[in-house]
């Protein structure tokens, strides 16, 4: 694919002036300066890729740019004026729209009166405009925007009818219906398939070509080097780096980013394969998946690879207890399965850690100990009383063995970067006597640096002969840590492959219905 950055040098030229530029931005939380001197130039009609590991700052810095935020020290030129003062409101009126890393629908309201939440046309009576809302231009401007597009949604569907993708899809369409003069997107494509980010780098591209300055925050190499202009490069808050993406490749890239080379992102090592833990035959969930057939040997790392909607995530849910089958058998280690609810797999030494680690992973408000003890009271329990110096013992050992960053397990895990959430996650699992460990995309949101540790981690899980299943959306990290592929597609297994078999081609090949 063409590197969608390649323009003309008249278009090149045309945005070469300055539309935003943020001077030595300073911003403290209580304990945590989390921006030290930061700075930002960005042109127009150009897309800006902002990068850093979580916890660099990237976020705040455009939380202050948004609105959200305030400045403790610095200033923010946008088309020349100084912003003295910022808030949300205020910069949608300057023509500024975020569209955020943690959507926040109202999933009550349709699609039309999430998109025009706020500012929603009123119907005119007798040349005066009224308290009432016009529902039926509202819904002619949305399908207009869903069209432009290419989204085949109903305006009048409820937000909660639609998947995560398809949620981040209608931000988008939110951030371009205000006919912004500069969109910020924070991991965008986080939670939508490659169809779906091949939509939005065409309308990134429409917007860009009318003039549009984009900010883009992204994890993903493929992503940066197909979409960015230049970038800057942030790490601990502070500015490291700036320039043209014709000047950087991956490797200089990710030594800015994590201040040191990383040897390889996929540390993927043979091990000795062992028997099969776990053995699937036929599997059905009506109206999800059918007749699915696998298996997973200890010390082997199995990818479920597919597009969203395929049925990945359904059939992990059955295998962990969380919804029922209704056809086909499970067995572990030779033993029949019958799981009635997620306690009996944990009993019997299955583990998944979900897709969505801050609403099905963790409890946010409690702190590290208490997360990584969660799935294991009754080991720290006497009577009805939980023994906090072997919970707190656990813990340490935990963090010690994750090389978890937390200043101590009172830590509030809110406060924590998305890789080291991930971690906890799974020290809450690995405390328990673990057969099978399912990963539901492992390395979601979080930065290069976090994704190498994760996939260290898996690699000793393997080595210590635990199964694993990973289900991913990323084929780099498919190709790279799986010793097996398992292809799905429309809900049925639609191929297997050795990793010596498995490539981007043969993979997409089967994904998308090829043989």
């Known amino acids: 694919m063409a590197r969608l950055s390649e323009r003309n040098d008249a278009s090149r030229e045309e945005g070469s002036a300055l539309v935003l530029e943020m001077r030595n931005i300073t911003k403290a939380f209580p304990g945590v300066l989390a921006l030290d001197g930061m700075n930002l130039k960005v042109r127009a009609g150009s897309v800006h890729v902002l990068v850093g590991e979580n916890g660099a700052g990237k976020s705040t810095l455009m939380k202050i740019l948004s609105g959200t935020y305030s400045i403790d020290g610095g200033e923010i030129r946008f088309k020349g004026e100084v912003l003295d003062s910022q808030d949300t409101s205020a910069a949608l009126e300057r023509g500024i729209s975020m569209i955020h890393q943690e959507l926040s629908p109202v999933l009550d309201m349709t699609i039309a009166e999430n998109i025009f939440l706020g500012r929603e046309p009123a119907l005119a009576e007798k040349g005066v405009m009224s308290r009432f809302v016009d529902f039926g231009t509202m819904n002619v401007e949305t399908k207009s925007l869903l069209d432009r597009l290419g989204l085949k949604y109903s305006p009048e569907t409820k937000m909660r009818e639609l998947s995560i993708a398809a949620m981040q899809l209608i931000e988008i369409v939110k951030a371009i219906s205000r006919q912004a003069s500069l969109v910020i997107m924070d991991e965008p494509t986080s939670a939508i398939s490659d169809t779906e980010v091949a939509m939005l780098f065409r309308q990134i591209a429409d917007l860009r070509a009318n003039g549009v300055a984009i900010i883009y925050i992204t994890h993903k190499m493929d992503e940066i080097f197909q979409i960015a202009d230049d970038i800057t490069v942030m790490r601990d808050g502070q500015f490291i780096a700036a320039g043209p993406a014709s000047n950087y490749d991956e490797t200089k ?21 062992g028997d099969v833990v776990l053995s699937v ?5 009506e109206g999800t998946f059918e007749d699915v057939s696998f298996n997973v040997r200890a010390g082997e790392i199995v990818g479920f690879s597919g597009l969203i909607g395929a049925g990945r995530t359904e059939v992990a849910r059955v295998i962990f207890g969380l919804d029922a089958a209704t056809a086909g058998s ?3 280690n030779g033993q029949p399965l019958r799981l009635k609810s997620p306690a009996d797999a944990i009993k019997n030494g299955i583990a ?30 006497a009577g009805l009383f939980v023994s906090e110096r072997q919970e707190e013992s656990a813990a340490q050992r935990m963090i010690k063995m994750l090389q978890i960053k937390t200043p101590d397990t009172a830590m509030i895990v809110e406060n924590l970067s998305g890789g080291n959430q991930q971690k906890i996650v799974l020290a809450k699992w690995l405390l328990g006597d673990l057969k099978l460990l399912i990963l539901d995309e492992p390395t979601r949101g979080i930065d290069v640096g976090s994704k190498s540790e994760i996939h260290r981690l898996m690699t000793e899980f393997a080595r210590e002969g635990l199964a694993i299943i990973m289900i991913s959306s990323e084929l780099p990290e498919i190709l790279g840590m799986s010793d097996r592929v398992v292809v799905m597609a429309e809900g049925k297994i639609a191929g297997e492959l050795t990793r010596s078999e498995a490539n981007q081609e043969s993979i997409m090949r089967l994904a998308t219905g090829g043989h």
């Open 352 to 381: 998944m850690v979900s897709e969505d680690r801050k609403a099905e992973g963790l409890v946010l408000c409690r702190s590290v100990g208490e997360n990584i003890s969660l799935a294991n009271l009754k080991k720290f329990t």
């Open 330 to 332: 499970i067995q572990l």
């Open 281 to 285: 035959e036929n599997l059905s969930r």
């Open 253 to 273: 890239l990710i030594s800015q980013m994590v201040g040191r080379t990383i040897a390889s992102i996929f540390p993927k090592e043979d091990v000795p394969i």
